[in-house]
């Protein structure tokens, strides 16, 4: 199907394969067409129908609040071209400078259960794949309906192997799909790689990491990808990184492997036990960087990712408190 | 009009933000910037967050969702924002807040904003207010450009180029956008894109080369029309690539 978008400032063509949703086709084309978690929660994706006709595969997503369907509206990353279409679409849009992202099939391996509701696993892929660091796929099982988005957890050019995690959510279909069984083998289909919250050493500022749970994939990233580039031995790199109980806590090991960051676990609900491998403290974890942190946000780029309750308060203290501009935050409510 | 009376000044304390409804159903988020009081729309312009759920430090308003800024006194949007805030003037007696007019689109647009109020009087003296049902074509390719118009309502869609290799050129739906702006560039200027109501509009029409007559009356004011000018064709140049 052909799709014409009209933007803000211009126009764009291009072809969508079947099933491909408007807004993955788009991508795919190289064309910058705004969203945030692509799957149908954020809302960002909204465009106007003009002519033509879709089919929405997700009456119920949660984004569609932010939707005016009599009006025409709908979200690109839910809808399928059933004939040719025009839309429009309230953004200045641009063609991407490179990276187009694209589909992407792949083979589940060495799913392993890091805490009691966090697992890991990993996507070997059919195809080589550039990424990069704090960037996340869609997944979607067989015969699971929808995507969910993670963050890649390492860095690698021309990776073969995606590593990720995943928390536990009842009723989520790829969670229970991921948890319900061993899915060591199963094929998976993804999309990617997609997100804009992205780290590159070319920065050449301080970091700050702020992570809730399972928001500390695409920050284990950003370590993997600071490491290689040396960017240690040039700038500050603090990681904050929050969960509720000692019970909760993973990657412990892997974050000791940069002794050169400065670490600190958070924990909400319990006070930390004596002698931890790394600095540990009590408090919801927004609390505990705005403790260490006071003072230190000279030339500093901050990255946060969690739950969105917990993305909130952190950029509200990134924002009055260490009075950060707002494109030196980076952030992801979707991990 | 009766006054329309929108909140007690003791509602709003200061450096805080309150959302309310005006006397007759408008309404709007009051801030209170250090004891002065300013009202602009409640919601976000990029997706329709309540703003009154907004972070405000007593100067800059930065909405949670998408962390657009504005600063409050102006309506002015700032770092990531893509849209200025609708401004409701208001106006203190007796302990009371009242809506004291409305706000002129020429004021709100990115080229005119926040400029000298004796400029932007100059040039609403110029402006003459018109309506377009919808479809009406305002010029097309060639047309001698001498007016350029600022967006009351409605919307506004642009085509770059003639008949069959006509492409979309983007279109204008924001309160105070300024489109047509080749009028104010030097020499005898001629549209390169056809303007079409999308829907019934309601415009301002301004004379370029009078426009130009004010600004140079003010070359304060003047160099920063033109400073805006130059990014926003910039924005338009950078993105018209291949298709």
């Known amino acids: 199907m052909r799709i014409q978008v009209n933007a803000r400032n211009r126009g764009f063509e291009f072809d969508a394969r079947a099933r491909e949703s408007v807004l993955y086709a788009g991508l795919r084309a190289g064309i910058d067409l705004p969203y945030e978690c692509a799957t149908g929660t954020c809302g960002t994706c909204k465009a106007r129908l003009v002519s033509g006709r879709l089919h929405d595969g997700w009456r119920e997503a949660p984004g569609r609040?932010?939707?005016k369907p009599e009006q025409g509206e709908f979200l690109m990353c839910q809808c399928v071209a059933e004939s040719d279409v025009t839309l429009q679409v309230p953004k200045f849009i641009n063609a991407m400078d490179s990276g187009a992202p694209d589909a992407r099939a792949g083979t589940v391996r060495s799913p392993r259960m890091l805490t009691h509701d966090v697992i890991s696993f990993s996507v070997e892929l059919e195809r080589p794949c550039d990424f990069d660091a704090g960037q996340f796929m869609v997944l979607a099982a067989p015969g699971v309906a929808g995507y969910r988005g993670y963050s890649m957890v390492n860095y690698a050019r021309g990776a073969r192997r995606l590593s990720f995690i995943a928390k536990k959510k009842p009723g989520g279909g790829f969670s229970d799909w991921l948890f319900g069984a061993d899915r060591n083998g199963a094929r998976l289909e993804g999309f990617g790689p997609l997100g804009k919250a992205t780290?590159?050493?070319?920065l050449g500022k301080n970091v700050l990491l702020i992570a809730g749970g399972s928001g500390i994939a695409g920050m284990m990233s950003i370590l993997a990808r600071a490491a290689?580039?040396?960017y240690f031995d040039r700038h500050q790199v603090w990681v904050f990184f929050g969960v509720r109980t000692m019970r909760d806590v993973f990657f412990l090991?892997?974050?000791r492997a940069y002794p050169?960051?400065?670490?600190?676990?958070?924990?909400?609900?319990e006070d930390p036990p004596a002698n931890t491998p790394l600095r540990f403290e009590r408090g919801p974890v927004h609390e505990v960087a705005k403790r260490r942190m006071a003072g230190k946000y000279q030339d500093v780029r901050a990255y946060v990712a969690g739950p969105p309750p917990a993305v909130d308060a952190a950029i509200r203290v990134l924002l009055l408190d260490a009075k950060l501009t707002t494109d030196n935050i980076r952030y992801d409510k979707y991990s | 009009m009766a006054k329309r009376m929108v909140c007690r000044v003791g509602d709003v304390p200061e450096n805080t933000l309150k959302e309310c409804e005006a006397e007759g159903g408008l309404k709007l988020v009051v801030a209170n910037a250090g004891g002065e009081f300013f009202g602009f729309q409640p919601q976000c312009p990029h997706q329709d967050v309540p703003l009154c759920e907004g972070l405000f430090d007593g100067t800059t308003l930065t909405c949670h969702m998408h962390l657009w800024q504005w600063d409050v006194r102006s309506g002015a949007p700032q770092g990531l924002a893509e849209a200025p805030l609708q401004k409701y003037p208001l106006s203190v007696e007796d302990g009371a807040l009242y809506l004291a007019g409305d706000d002129s689109p020429l004021g709100m647009g990115e080229l005119f904003n926040g400029l000298d109020s004796g400029v932007l009087e100059n040039l609403a003296q110029l402006a003459k207010r018109e309506q377009h049902a919808a479809g009406a074509l305002l010029y097309r390719p060639g047309d001698p450009a001498e007016d350029f118009f600022v967006l009351d309502s409605g919307q506004v869609e642009f085509l770059v180029g003639r008949g069959d290799r006509a492409a979309p050129g983007g279109f204008m739906l924001k309160k105070g956008e300024?489109?047509?702006?080749a009028a104010l560039l030097e020499g005898t200027p001629q549209r390169i894109a056809s303007a079409r109501c999308v829907e019934a509009s309601a415009l301002l029409r301004i004379n370029g080369k009078s426009a130009l007559r004010v600004l140079e009356g003010d070359p304060a004011s003047g160099f920063v029309v033109m400073r805006r000018l130059a990014a926003l064709i910039a924005r338009y140049l950078a993105s018209s690539?291949?298709?």
């Open chain 1, 65 to 67: 609040k932010f939707v």
């Open chain 1, 199 to 202: 780290f590159d050493p070319s």
């Open chain 1, 228 to 230: 290689e580039a040396k």
């Open chain 1, 253 to 255: 090991d892997e974050l």
């Open chain 1, 260 to 269: 050169k960051a400065d670490i600190t676990l958070a924990l909400s609900e």
């Open chain 2, 178 to 181: 300024v489109f047509g702006w």
């Open chain 2, 241 to 243: 690539g291949a298709r």
